[in-house]
């Protein structure tokens, strides 16, 4: 039969996947919930997923958006999040945070549709958050909107914050440590930050990992005890000698100079860190798309 679809580099491919990065990085550059929203009804019309807009966050005068899409397919009862926050803030355009991740996960979401049944047994639900800046606001409102019988269809989050820092390094969240004293993180954590270890590993890409502290949108799902993990290349943090050494890039300045300010344009990102990001953010939710059964370790 024909072989399965595949939406990520293998091992040993190179490049983009489809043109991917290249395509989509500029689609959410000032953040409007809009401009997802049109590509994913043109991506819905194609089939594979349905779309579900929600002004469901309000902070202070202002309301904010999450766009929620899932596939058709996939059990309802065990879904993958998928999720990356739309915002930025107001001093600075947001291409690196977060455009990089909202672009990883609709160049995702856009290729889903061409996957087969046994490929997605479990429904994906991508998420674009709103307000994460102002507190993990819309990822805070959609996560208490749910009872707990929703919740508990929730199989695990996965989020993508700052994904092409231009000083970056390619780090895991550190899900089987919490970061957040006499915590313990929900068990299944460490098995998603072994993933995306797994998948840098086959590639013989560097990889590193970041305090599971909850300063992004998974936040809210790992309170209510809900699977969590992803990937980020550094914010306001200092670039280690050793760092610099894996990754190349400057030791002792800012992973990415630009963050939370007005540089934080097109140039600011390293297009081929984020390439390679792109390609995990696929790998990895189409990984738990076919399965959410553990791995090892
Ligand atoms: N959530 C932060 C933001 O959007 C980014 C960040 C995450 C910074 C983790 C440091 C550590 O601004
Ligand atoms: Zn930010
Ligand atoms: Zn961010
Ligand atoms: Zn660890």
Known sequence: GAAAAVIYNKPGEKGPVNGTVEKVAPIPVVGPSYRVGSELAKAAKKGGLSLRVRTDAVHGKRSASNVIADTRRGRAGNVVVAGAHLDSVPAGPGINDNATGAAALLAVAEKIGKLGAKDVRNRVRFAWWGAEEEGLVGSTHYVKSLGAAARGRIALDLNFDMLGSPNGTRAVYDGDHSARLGTVPPAGSGAIEKTFRDYFAGRRLPVTQTPFDGR?????????GIPSGGIE??????????????????AGKAYDPCYHAKCDRMRNVDLKLLDTNVDAVAYVT???????LPVNG
């Open 233 to 250: 290349t550094g914010a306001e943090g200092v670039k280690t000698a050793a760092e610099a050494k894996a990754y190349g890039g400057k």
């Open 216 to 224: 992004s949108d998974y936040g809210p799902f790992v309170a209510k």
């Open 286 to 292: 189409q990984r738990f798309a076919a399965s959410t």
